[in-house]
């Protein structure tokens, strides 16, 4: 059974710095590419961050230069390193992939960042 994991998030001041984790079970992440995702309160969810199993990354407009995916294949995680924080990072981060056709995801983290 394929379950993901995240955690990291907190309150963080503008400026600050946070670092997502997201743990996979049931399926060997570095066979996978993941997708971080974010929502904010009365917001769709977008699509912040992208790793391919080769590890090449994508970014949203919004975080490149300031976010920065990585995998750790031995610990069967990825991260989302998030510095300079602005208060419109707020929201829940969610971790994806994709499993035989379907999409699994994390329950989420929160990330709230104060002015």
Not at 10 to 21: E, P
Not at 50 to 71: C, E, H, L
Not at 94 to 113: E, L, M, R, S
Request: glycine fraction near 12%; aromatic fraction near 12%.
């Amino acid at each position: 059974q394929v379950q993901l994991v995240e955690s990291g998030g907190g309150l963080v001041q503008a400026g600050g710095s946070l670092r997502l984790s997201c743990v996979a079970s049931g399926i060997i992440f570095s066979s996978y590419g993941v997708d971080w995702y974010r929502q904010a309160p009365g917001n769709q969810r977008e699509l912040v961050a992208s790793i391919s199993i080769s590890g090449s990354t994508n970014y949203a407009d919004s975080v490149k230069g300031r976010f920065t995916i990585s995998r750790d294949n031995a610990k069967n995680t990825v991260y989302l390193q998030m510095n300079s924080l602005k208060p419109e990072d707020t929201g829940v981060y969610y971790c994806k992939t994709v499993h035989y056709y379907t999409n699994y995801w994390g329950q989420g983290t929160q990330v709230t960042v104060s002015s």
